[in-house]
């Protein structure tokens, strides 16, 4: 008897999960454990368990499996129905485009990313641009490509490799919106910063160990469980591993806490996500996280909207004090507040505050739109950026290293991945006003250490649904209106002024 | 036009160990890193890594380029035939036992040792007893079909898993030597200890910590590259990575520094030989380690004949003080010297000194061929034991625990493995004895701290050749003798009296 085309395939997509999950746990040896010597010898590792699941779903009979499969689906389940679904996706993203292309991308990308190091350290955008230009051209390529398979456009077919269902038609009228209101918000902002009283910069130094054993007791309040993760250092900081053994890091600054701090609370979001995948759907595609609009709402929900307020800064203040040996007014709650809660126009992105993140998002959408549209040359993006920045946030950079060399996305062929920052922003603020909504007491558990109420409400609204609604639908069942920008302007106001 | 079949066995061969260097990080990360919740997640990803390395040479295209790449082997380089020789080998042991077979040996030895672990703690041996049979039973029946494969006996078929080239005929002699000098040996030391001074042990705590920075330093004088590899921590040290990114680990005892260091000196022996493998040959069966008697011989040559030695206690002796924070009487190299040569008859193999424990590989060599051709019966194990050592070492345990539980070997299937242990401290004792001949000065640059010459010796007379021969062909070109007890029994003569 001939197995059944859908079980012969969840038995192919668990071989698959294995085999990325082994791959995740070698990626973070690789950032964080791993001698230099080791480099090469993983790159190859790694690049053969890619192989072996290249090999896995290109095999022709995954797509017969596929439409056979598709043809029956009314006999399955609901959940089938939707992994049917997202195995669909899955395996167009990865036969979708010739292995000759796809190996001069992986090839392109990796020389202009090496390229770029070097570029941004000299401060030098015309060593790298001819390889910048060779990944666009490749990109390119490999939109039309999907783009043609999806029956969309260009831009959308790379959005969906990171934010499945995201759209220009969607994200256009949401960052008008954004454009609109956000430079009059953050003139008001800053001027009743300055009104107000300066934050004190609590005096270091933190040794790291000490860093370490806050992050754990604070990740521990959150909801991490150790017995299925840990947290680890590395150059930058990143939540990997597997949803039932997560391994999230950070680095340490010994003179400023907050930041690693912070950090650590950003991953631990990611991670709580990851952890709480529902375990009945592990190794299937319906099981995985959502995109990166979700991923990052789950973090910035936890980093900006939970341990940002002051309720947490009332839980923090006398853990940090104890754990961190220090004292003083800096480390009171109204100070760690105001230190929280700085806002100033600045030129690169990973240390913006929230409120002015979204105008150094918008300007890369903007400008990527264009380099791919073959709108902007680039030869030209150094000035682009320039008038964007000026534009945007009337500051502008004196040199590329503070410009269009600060970011690896577009060296590394990631075009269509910076939207999903903000829109996880505004799905972070949309759905924290929701989990408040249904939790009257959310702020003083807070403030209490007792983010269980909050985790349990997120498990069911978000975790537990994995892919198996897109994001729009996941946040209509769980605050009743699509992703918008008003939950985020709401939050602003509410918080800056 | 159709690839050369020893070019597509090569490729095919390189892939295979990718697969099972991933295997070997994910394996480390096991013992060191993972939480405990990441178990059952770590087995599946594990097993499938196994399953498409077996699937990779199981095949049927492999034995058919095997066939024609050895009809036309004289064409191939001299090493390029080695790793035909070797690729036969590693194919044959993979692809000998039928896949029902495979399976249930892994079923039943992953039960049998958990019911070892349980029985052990229990002191019951009743409670695993029956699945010992078990696996006695499927590991004779897996050795019946590798010897016929092979055309040789059930044991030798069982050796060569582990020592290629290693039988019975060439083994019998040798122990046979040891055994008739050994107790009259062991005896006239034990009267010489009782006569000298006793050695003082060394007032700790030594913290971890400092236990780690000494080891380290060890290490790096060794010649251990930190480039290409790093010291932890497990339960059960162990050496594991691969030879671009070397994995170590031992356990700290903060009362006696001395255990971790001689454990981290043995695992560096091991690190050596892996990282000194041919660069030219990696990925290849042919530059793979050579056996367990050439690896145990190389970490033993570093712990019992160059690190136990006066020579280097007398490097080691100003820097335990110095790093360690310690000083006193306890910290002289003749204290040190004393303390490392303690020769007593005890029950415990891991704990034995080098004099003893040759009987105890002994007892379990002659048990497990009496097991294995069914001349003994699983249940009367431990009276075989008990008896055993009460003729060989004159000690017998009053429990099982101390007794034939005290081992996992047999429990996990490994019969033919023991073997190996004293077989690689008889090629330590001899290797040693000739890059002595070879390096007049080797004790002096030794006590300098200096172990670049016996590094270089190693690399040229043992790395280097990897699996390119057999091991007494190595040792034959390194000594100008196939592998024999003289040696070992003069060297335990030279330093014990």
Same mark, same amino acid.
């Given at each position: 008897?001939?197995?059944?085309?859908?079980?012969?395939?969840?038995?192919?997509?668990?071989?698959?999960?294995?085999?990325?999950?082994?791959?995740?746990?070698?990626?973070?040896?690789?950032?964080?454990?791993?001698?230099? @010597?080791?480099?090469?010898?993983?790159?190859?590792?790694?690049?053969?368990?890619?192989?072996?699941?290249?090999?896995?779903?290109?095999?022709?009979?995954?797509?017969?499996?596929?439409?056979?499969?598709?043809?029956?689906? %009314?006999?399955?389940?609901?959940?089938?129905?939707?992994?049917?679904r997202e195995m669909r996706r899955v395996h167009t993203n990865e036969t979708v485009a010739p292995a000759a292309l796809v190996d001069a991308r992986s090839r392109a990308t990796s020389?202009?990313?090496?390229?770029?190091?070097?570029?941004?350290?000299?401060?030098?955008?015309?060593?790298?641009?001819?390889?910048?230009?060779?990944?666009?051209?490749?990109?390119?390529?490999?939109?039309?490509?999907?783009?043609?398979?999806l029956g969309c456009g260009l831009y959308d077919a790379l959005i969906d490799s990171y934010e499945p269902g995201g759209t220009m038609a969607r994200i256009d009228p949401i960052f008008a919106t954004l454009k609109a209101e956000l430079p009059g918000?953050?003139?008001?902002?800053? %001027? +009743?910063?300055?009104?107000?009283?300066?934050?004190?910069?609590?005096?270091?130094?933190?040794?790291?160990?000490?860093?370490?054993?806050?992050?754990?007791?604070?990740?521990?309040?959150?909801?991490?469980?150790?017995?299925?993760?840990?947290?680890?250092?590395?150059?930058?900081?990143?939540?990997?591993?597997?949803?039932?053994?997560?391994?999230?890091?950070?680095?340490?600054?010994?003179?400023?806490?907050?930041? +690693?701090?912070m950090g650590v609370i950003h991953e631990t979001g990611h991670a709580l996500y990851e952890h709480g995948l529902p375990a009945e759907w592990r190794g299937q595609p319906v099981g995985s996280s959502r995109g990166m609009v979700m991923h990052e709402s789950q973090s910035l929900l936890m980093e900006m909207q939970a341990c940002r307020s002051p309720a947490f800064y009332r839980f923090l203040a006398p853990l940090a004090a104890e754990i961190l040996g220090a004292s003083g007014p800096a480390l009171s709650p109204e100070n760690l507040n105001?230190?929280?809660?700085?806002?100033?126009?600045?030129?690169?992105?990973?240390?913006?505050?929230?409120?002015?993140?979204?105008?150094?998002?918008?300007?890369?959408?903007?400008?990527?739109?264009?380099l791919l549209a073959d709108d902007l040359k680039v030869k030209d993006l150094?000035?682009?950026?320039?008038?964007?920045?000026?534009?945007?946030?009337?500051?502008?950079?004196?040199?590329?290293?503070? @410009?269009?060399?600060?970011?690896?996305?577009?060296?590394?062929?990631?075009?269509?991945?910076?939207?999903?920052?903000?829109? @996880?922003?505004?799905?972070? +603020?949309?759905?924290?006003?929701?989990?408040?909504?249904a939790l009257p007491e959310l702020d003083s558990r807070i403030a209490g250490g007792d983010f269980a109420p909050l985790l349990s409400w997120l498990g069911e609204n978000v975790h537990r649904k994995a892919s198996s609604r897109l994001t729009n639908e996941i946040l209509s069942e769980a605050t009743g209106a699509e992703l918008g920008a008003d939950p985020f302007l709401a939050h602003l106001c509410e918080r800056y002024l």
């Open positions: 008897m001939r197995n059944n085309p859908y079980t012969a395939l969840e038995t192919r997509f668990r071989r698959y999960s294995a085999l990325s999950g082994a791959g995740a746990v070698l990626g973070w040896d690789q950032e964080t454990m791993m001698p230099p @010597g080791g480099a090469e010898a993983r790159a190859e590792q790694m690049a053969v368990l890619d192989v072996l699941q290249h090999e896995l779903l290109s095999d022709p009979a995954v797509e017969e499996e596929l439409v056979e499969a598709e043809a029956a689906a %009314t006999a399955l389940e609901p959940w089938q129905r939707a992994n049917l020389a202009c990313v090496n390229a770029w190091r070097e570029a941004r350290k000299a401060d030098d955008f015309s060593a790298v641009s001819d390889k910048l230009a060779r990944v666009l051209e490749l990109t390119r390529e490999y939109g039309q490509i999907k783009a043609e398979k918000l953050i003139d008001k902002i800053l %001027t +009743a910063q300055a009104a107000g009283p300066r934050a004190l910069e609590p005096e270091g130094p933190f040794p790291s160990e000490r860093q370490k054993a806050l992050g754990e007791k604070v990740m521990a309040a959150l909801g991490f469980d150790f017995t299925h993760g840990r947290l680890d250092e590395s150059a930058h900081p990143f939540t990997g591993g597997i949803p039932e053994d997560i391994r999230i890091t950070t680095r340490y600054d010994e003179a400023d806490f907050t930041r +690693a701090l105001r230190l929280g809660h700085r806002v100033s126009r600045g030129l690169i992105r990973v240390d913006a505050d929230e409120v002015t993140y979204p105008l150094h998002v918008m300007l890369r959408y903007d400008l990527e739109k264009a150094p000035g682009a950026w320039h008038e964007g920045m000026r534009n945007s946030l009337g500051v502008a950079p004196k040199d590329d290293r503070d @410009g269009c060399l600060q970011d690896i996305h577009w060296y590394h062929g990631s075009f269509g991945y910076f939207p999903t920052y903000t829109l @996880g922003a505004l799905a972070a +603020a949309q759905l924290y006003r929701a989990a408040k909504d």
